[in-house]
């Protein structure tokens, strides 16, 4: 054999090999409703079929998977034919893709002005067809390949949202289109159930919806928390068409369909991407999943007048999202120490693009949760990065584990400090027993001090801090107080103007709040809310630390592990020797009891703080006045009864003397918060 022909084999090899491999996913993924890879990843192998089939056409056949749009119907359920078919839609990825979307939209209608669109969430849950006979709901089908779809009639009555007879006065037959999901919620309930009862759980909301819309016992759909949104109208008798896409979606509303209430009209491409970028924003907050937006244009004529190509219509257009879920390979684990010593196992991976960046490094949480999933070092994983949450390694592709995977082992002793590691009782996290002696956490320590909940020092991020400890200057919080310009020029990349700024932030969040205060010393389970309440109950420093459990446990929601936690850390005499040292450099906060006695002198006021102080951080002089009885709010109105301006102060400054609120600078709010009286 020559190598031009070895060279073909081996292609038309690859080529067998990657259809078989999709033919399987697409018999994971319809038939059992367990797909076994990442849609971004299935989309991948596809693309690689399409362009073999490209460069190859006399390799292709009728069945290859290429050739239809989805899976031929299970044999249980009866088959339908769609009355109109069932299309799917072209997708964006870019915000260049939708303005080519909108121009190519305009040329063919011929169109100087922007075009109107539909935009509407696109559910991430499966197509459905629903057909009323004068009103009365008959028969639901799947989509299955877009021509002929299975009878889950009975299925679909099951739905609660489902309405089985439509209101007011219907035509004589109506097919609405729309999508059945299973909302977040509902679909984390039923996994926790099936996981107490040792069941399999579902990998994601959609395969939860489709697993349960195509099960054969409808009594098992009925215990399923599933709903429906309507988007369309497929085939319809009797009805005088309205003008425009959005007036269908009225009229379905109308009918007592349930339609969803993100849906808006939009102007133009402009439009339509301030429509995605408001949606993306909040993706993370709806009750269901959503894997992009669907820019519809509205009006019915121009539709078409549009038409369609091949399985898509070319007044429509799908805006994707970017993957929530990738492959990669998982090359180490490493543990990172926290601020309480927790030891976390931090996944090294092959770098992957996913949730629109580019991720190299995955939490695995606690070993629990490594055993659970049963990770090992080598594995081929699944990775999710969904919104701004941190990303994580969700699950294992075991069937790709190879020989020589490792075990994940967690380290007897610390990896920074080399102090013990302990798991105490029956948690889930081990910790290192080193306390201000490991490096990792008095980092962490230090940077949840300065964090912007706590002290807030503006600038004192996580490099800084690991400069900071490195160089010997700052082991403990008190530290950071005695930094001066010579010690911070010993920094690299440290000029004088930034070591100034930095030493005007630490000087402003001096003037703190006692709540602040005690979360920043970063307590075991002491979060802002449990500050909060010692804050109030103890009023001081001085009271809290002389109380004993008993009456640490009085603080409202306090109870004996967090109170046991208190009065711990106010034992260990080196963090007595931190707050001293604190108190000394004159951190201080307005002392709540004195103006408890008072009653709340400034009960009534409202304050609104601009610009920017220069003795102290906004967030904390807006603690300060609440403390003393002030309401505190972020916008000015007719209600404000003083605006506190900073420097730069902007809109809010001009609006409040439009008002005629009173204005304040700076001084004067010192001196409120000295006499803790109002302005005079
Ligand atoms: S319109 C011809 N609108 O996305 C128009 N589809 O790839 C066809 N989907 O199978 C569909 N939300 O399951 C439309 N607001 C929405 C949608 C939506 C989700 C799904 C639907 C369809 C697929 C298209």
């Not at 219509?313 to 120490?337: C, G, I, M, S, Y």
């Amino acid at each position: 054999m020559d190598t031009a022909t070895a060279a073909e084999a081996e292609l038309q090899r690859r080529f067998a090999e990657l259809r078989r491999e999709i033919e399987q996913h697409n018999y994971r993924y319809y038939i059992l409703d367990e797909p076994q890879v990442p849609d971004a990843e299935y989309d991948r192998l596809m693309q690689q079929l399409r362009e073999l089939e490209a460069a190859h056409p006399e390799w292709v056949t009728v069945d290859s998977p290429t050739q239809r749009v989805g899976t031929a119907p299970a044999d249980e359920f009866a088959e339908v034919r769609h009355r109109v078919p069932m299309l799917s839609l072209d997708n964006a990825f870019t915000a260049d893709d939708v303005l080519n979307f909108d121009r190519r939209v305009r040329e063919r209608l011929g169109r100087e002005g922007a075009v109107r669109y539909s935009a509407e969430p696109k559910l991430d849950g499966l197509a459905i067809s629903v057909i009323f006979e004068h009103g009365v709901f008959v028969r639901a089908a799947t989509r299955g390949d877009g021509a002929t779809g299975e009878d889950v009639t009975s299925n679909v009555r099951t739905i609660r949202s489902m309405p089985l007879r439509l209101r007011g006065a219907v035509p004589a037959l109506v097919e609405a289109r729309g999508e059945v999901f299973m909302p977040v919620a509902g679909f984390e309930r039923l996994n926790a159930e099936a996981a107490a009862r040792g069941e399999k759980t579902f990998v994601n909301p959609r395969n939860a919806a489709a697993g349960s819309l195509r099960q054969l016992d409808p009594q098992v759909t009925a215990t399923r928390p599933l709903e429906i949104f309507f988007y369309g109208l497929g085939a319809q008798e009797g009805l005088d068409l309205p003008v425009r896409h959005s007036e269908i979606l009225a009229l379905l509303a109308e009918w007592g369909l349930r339609v969803c209430a993100e849906t808006r009209v939009v102007e133009g491409a402009e439009g339509c991407l301030d429509y995605y970028r408001q949606i993306g924003a909040r993706r993370a907050s709806l009750a269901y999943q959503i894997d992009g937006v669907v820019y519809k244009v509205d009006e019915l004529a121009a539709q078409a007048t549009l038409g369609f190509v091949a399985r898509a219509p070319r007044w429509a257009v799908a805006h994707k999202f970017p993957a929530e879920e990738a492959l990669t390979r998982l090359r180490d684990v490493e543990f990172q120490v926290g601020r309480t010593g927790a030891l976390t196992p931090v996944a090294r991976l092959e770098p992957v693009f996913v949730g629109g960046v580019t991720v190299s490094n995955a939490t695995l949480h606690n070993m629990d949760e490594v055993l659970r999933k049963d990770v090992r070092i080598g594995d081929t994983v699944v990775v999710r990065r969904a919104g701004d949450v941190i990303p994580e390694v969700a699950r294992v592709m075991l069937e790709r584990r190879p020989a020589d995977a490792r075990p994940i082992v967690m380290p007897a002793a610390c990896p920074v400090c080399a102090s013990p590691v302990q798991r105490e009782g029956d948690e889930a996290v081990a910790r290192c027993t080193g306390g201000y002696r490991c490096s990792a956490q008095r980092k962490e320590r230090l940077r949840h001090f300065a964090s912007r909940r706590a002290l807030d020092i503006e600038g004192l991020g996580e490099k800084l801090v690991e400069q900071l400890v490195d160089a010997g200057l700052a082991q403990s919080p008190a530290d950071i107080f005695v930094l001066s310009q010579q010690s911070l020029a010993e920094l690299d990349r440290m000029g004088e103007k930034s070591a100034d700024n930095l030493l005007r932030a630490i000087e402003r969040a001096k003037h703190t709040t006692f709540a602040r205060f005690l979360f920043a010393l970063g307590i075991r389970d002491v979060g802002e809310a449990t500050a909060a309440n010692l804050a109030a109950h103890f009023g001081s420093l001085e009271a809290l630390m002389q109380a004993d459990l008993h009456r640490v446990q009085q603080a409202p929601d306090v109870g004996p592990v967090i109170a046991a936690r208190v009065v711990e850390f106010f034992a260990d005499p080196a963090n007595r020797e931190v707050l001293e040292r604190l108190q000394a450099a004159g951190v201080n906060w307005p002392a709540p009891r004195v103006i408890a006695a008072d009653g709340a002198p400034l009960a009534g006021l409202t304050f609104v703080l601009t610009g920017t102080l220069e003795s102290m951080a906004r967030e904390a002089a807006e603690d300060a006045l609440r403390a003393l009885g002030a309401k505190a709010s972020g916008s000015v109105s007719a209600k404000t009864s003083y605006l506190i301006a900073g420097r730069d102060a902007g809109s809010k400054l001009r609006k409040a003397s439009d008002l005629g609120v009173p204005i304040l600078d700076e001084a004067a709010l010192q001196r409120v918060l000295e006499t803790k009286r109002p302005p005079t």
